[in-house]
Every structure is written in structure tokens, then in C-alpha cells.
């Protein structure tokens, strides 16, 4: 099993910045890809942005530009620095990995959500 602990949400002003931070700790053999995904109230979990072992990243259009991700594999921490910040950005925001085992299955697993709230 693994274990997600996010840190860094909070009520900001628009066009502030805020920082969040997951580590993952447990049973660790390979984690593959981190990201982080919000959901707002009444709407869908969406991707916000993604990274995978070897660097690569993905962004949501709607934070491409103001949204950076960044990770440390060897803490197995994942980063996401949002600035400026918007009130649409306002939501829970959960933090993902995807995780392999040494006899390569693959599991999905959640943290348990950090608010942001961008107030006008």
C-alpha cells in the first residue's frame, strides 16, 4: 500500500500564488506517474497536471501557463506551484500516483484532498 500526504492549501486573493506538496510513503517499488487532479463542487474530478519518472508533463489548458509540476523521485514528493491563481481555481485538489509492483501491477492511488479557495 501506498500513502499520500498533501500539504499546502488555503484561502488566497487572486493573483497570489499557493505551493502543494504530496509525498508518497509505504510499500514503494516504482512509482510511475504523480500528478494532481481537482473537483469543484457540483462538477467533475479533472486533471490539473501530471509528471511522469522521467520528467515528462502534462497540463489541463485551463492551468497551462500559470501551473508548473515538478518532482523529487527520490523523496517520491510531488510539487504543483500555481500562480497566479483565479477564482475558477477553487477546489479540492487531490493528489495521485500511479504505482507498479515488483510483478508489475499497477494500482492507482489517492490522497486524501487539500482545499483551495481563490477568493475576487
Known amino acids: 500500500q501506498v500513502q499520500l500526504v498533501e500539504s499546502g492549501g488555503g484561502l488566497v486573493q487572486a493573483g497570489e500564488s499557493l505551493r502543494l506538496s504530496c509525498a508518497a510513503s509505504g510499500s514503494i517499488y516504482r512509482i510511475s506517474v504523480m500528478g494532481w487532479y481537482r473537483q469543484a463542487p457540483g462538477k467533475k474530478r479533472e486533471l490539473v497536471a501530471a509528471i511522469t519518472r522521467g520528467g515528462n508533463t502534462n497540463y489541463a489548458d485551463a492551468v497551462q501557463g500559470r501551473f508548473t509540476i515538478s518532482s523529487d523521485n527520490v523523496k517520491n514528493t510531488v510539487y504543483l506551484q500555481m500562480n497566479p491563481l483565479k477564482p475558477e481555481d477553487t477546489a479540492v485538489y487531490y493528489c495521485?500516483?500511479?504505482?507498479?509492483?515488483?510483478?508489475?501491477?499497477?494500482?492507482?492511488?489517492w490522497g486524501q484532498g487539500t482545499q483551495v479557495t481563490v477568493s475576487s
Open positions: 495521485h500516483v500511479y504505482h507498479t509492483t515488483v510483478w508489475n501491477i499497477g494500482s492507482d492511488f
